[in-house]
Structures are given as structure tokens and as C-alpha cells.
């Protein structure tokens, strides 16, 4: 799929300058941004085995649950998780 942007014409030369994706306020042209929807459409797919979330919160390795425990706790305190 091609994306249709439409290029500003320097006055002088006439020569493009830049694609113009944006109007004056900075919002998406509304052409591109439907064209940019349907691209990543194109390019998603949730049967790939990839995500990027944790489908399950705890594990059946009681070691990585507790190595998981002391990240997080770690993470959210600001302390070394002591060592059991």
C-alpha cells in the first residue's frame, strides 16, 4: 500500500520541499492518518507467539515466582528485596 501525501512546492524553484502530513494546528492529515491505520492493520498480527504482556501473572517455578516477587518489590520500593 502506498501512502498519499502531498508535497508543498517551494515558490522560488518549484521544486517539492516536504511531504505535508500535518494541517497548521499539527493534527494528521485525515488521508494519511487513515492510510497509516490501515498499514499497521496490514502489519498486526496476534497469531505470531509474540506479545507484550504476560498472559499469566504467577508461574509453576516456585523459584522464578520468587525471583519475580523480589523485581517487582525492588522496583516499586527502592530497596534491595532481601535474600531468603
Do not use: C, I, W
Not at 492529515?29 to 504467577?58: C, I, M, W
Amino acid at each position: 500500500m502506498k501512502l498519499n501525501v502531498s508535497k508543498s512546492a517551494n515558490p522560488t524553484t518549484g521544486s517539492p520541499k516536504a511531504f505535508l502530513r500535518r494541517d497548521a494546528t499539527g493534527h494528521l492529515l485525515p488521508q494519511y492518518e487513515k492510510d497509516l491505520l490501515e498499514l499497521a492493520q496490514e502489519s498486526h498480527s496476534d497469531d505470531d507467539g509474540n506479545s507484550a504482556f504476560v498472559s499469566r501473572p504467577t508461574s509453576k517455578d516456585e523459584l522464578a515466582e520468587r525471583l519475580g516477587e523480589d523485581v517487582v518489590k525492588t522496583a516499586t520500593s527502592g530497596e534491595q528485596a532481601e535474600e531468603k
